[in-house]
């Protein structure tokens, strides 16, 4: 028997380097034609993509900036060699303002950005660049319509105070506002209404500010919807681009849908191979029955591995570019399928679980849900390993 790569023996995740890269050209063309730069949202491990080898491509790409949603996310890919800026688009907690700090002297790289959206906590980071005798920037974060985070603007009032909280934090020693961002709730649906509101609270929101000497040097508002979407004419000076990187649309209500590939394909190798008479149970439960003599594969991928339980019966993978449905209700290791009509399947064939083909594509497997694809990519599990593919 011939020998096999270890990580390719069960289940792993194959990761296309070069559809990451057109997929990122395709969409940082457009940034670029609004005079816009792309900061590339790499979070929850590159949305399961594996951060540190997507940001170094993605860096080598052009990318101007990252964002993550942690400060040890941040930190995962300074250890991975990534000198470009990174901004952390959630809290940072106080206690790790200093270590924040450390990144900012002179001569390392990359500077890690917090967004801040209280003035204590601008306080507090203004207090701890003091400490370490070096200015620092921050991102402010801006809530619009999310509902989330950010400085509030949902009323004049509100408006009026976090704008007073602002031109404080700006005359704060040692801290720099470095940039402004907000982002959008539903510039993902055909009705564009609600997310052209949050962009005019958004522009309202910065032309205050500069009335008050306030003018934060980098905006940002448009995610990979609003890049793509025409409505939104202006797409300010960072595009935070995310799941178009990865080669999906933002949802299916997109008009202006991109020509971008999935890059990541989940693959497994059969394991055994039975023939079951009508009549048989399978899984736990016995929510399947055969009705037929069946052909029953097992796939050494279940619930633990990121596959969710919910496509129980629902679902299937591909063996020999054909469809073999689940049969069954999926285990936390390993799930069955129906390899009746597929003769060529045997032990060790292999079964694609997830990918670019439409009948096992994110966007499909999540609409059987009821969920995003957001959902299925980034719950690959860390035990898939990861195999990334590169024809440079």
């Not at 949202?41 to 990318?63: F, M, N, P, S």
């Not at 967004?115 to 601008?122: M, P, V």
């Not at 993902?188 to 209404?193: C, G, I, S, V």
């Not at 999935?262 to 016995?286: C, D, F, W």
Request: with cysteine.
């Amino acid at each position: 028997m011939a020998m096999l790569d270890q990580n390719m023996t069960r289940a792993w995740a194959e990761i296309s380097l070069d559809a990451i890269r057109d997929n990122f050209r395709i969409a940082d063309a457009i940034a670029a034609a609004h005079g816009a730069k792309t900061m590339a949202v790499v979070k929850a491990d590159a949305y399961g993509h594996g951060a540190k080898q997507i940001a170094r491509t993605l860096q080598e790409c052009g990318a101007s900036y990252f964002a993550v949603a942690t400060f040890m996310e941040a930190l995962e890919l300074v250890e991975a060699g990534v000198t470009a800026s990174i901004v952390v688009l959630s809290e940072v907690h106080e206690s790790l303002y200093g270590e924040l700090v450390s990144h900012h002297k002179a001569g390392r790289a990359p500077t890690i950005i917090p967004s801040i959206f209280r003035l204590e906590s601008a306080r507090a980071l203004s207090e701890a660049a003091a400490a370490h005798h070096t200015p620092v920037d921050c991102f402010l974060a801006v809530d619009t319509g999310m509902s989330r985070i950010g400085f509030e603007c949902s009323t004049p009032e509100k408006r009026d105070a976090s704008i007073d909280a602002i031109v404080k934090i700006a005359s704060l020693p040692n801290l720099r506002c470095a940039g402004i961002f907000s982002h959008l709730a539903r510039a993902d649906e055909t009705d564009k209404a609600s997310a052209l509101a949050q962009q005019a609270r958004f522009d309202d929101f910065i032309a205050r500010l500069h009335e008050r000497g306030v003018d934060p040097p980098l905006r940002s508002l448009c995610n990979s919807a609003a890049l793509v979407e025409k409505a939104f004419a202006d797409k300010y000076d960072l595009v935070r681009e995310g799941i178009i990187l990865y080669g999906l649309q933002p949802s299916d209500e997109i008009e202006n849908r991109l020509p971008i590939r999935p890059a990541m394909e989940v693959k497994a190798r059969v394991t055994n191979i039975k023939t079951l008479p009508a009549g048989q149970g399978i899984s736990y439960g016995h929510t399947y029955v055969t009705s037929r003599e069946t052909r029953v594969a097992t796939i050494p991928y279940g619930y633990a591995d990121g596959y969710p339980r919910l496509l129980s019966n629902r679902a299937g993978v591909l063996i020999d570019g054909k469809f073999a449905p689940i049969l069954g209700r999926v285990c936390m290791d390993q799930m069955m399928v129906d390899v009746t009509d597929i003769p060529s399947a045997h032990i060790d064939s292999v079964a694609t679980i997830m990918g670019a083909d439409e009948r096992v594509r994110a966007d499909r497997l999540a609409a059987i849900m009821g969920t995003i694809p957001y959902e299925l990519i980034c719950a690959v599990s860390q035990r898939v390993p990861r195999i990334y593919v590169n024809n440079l």
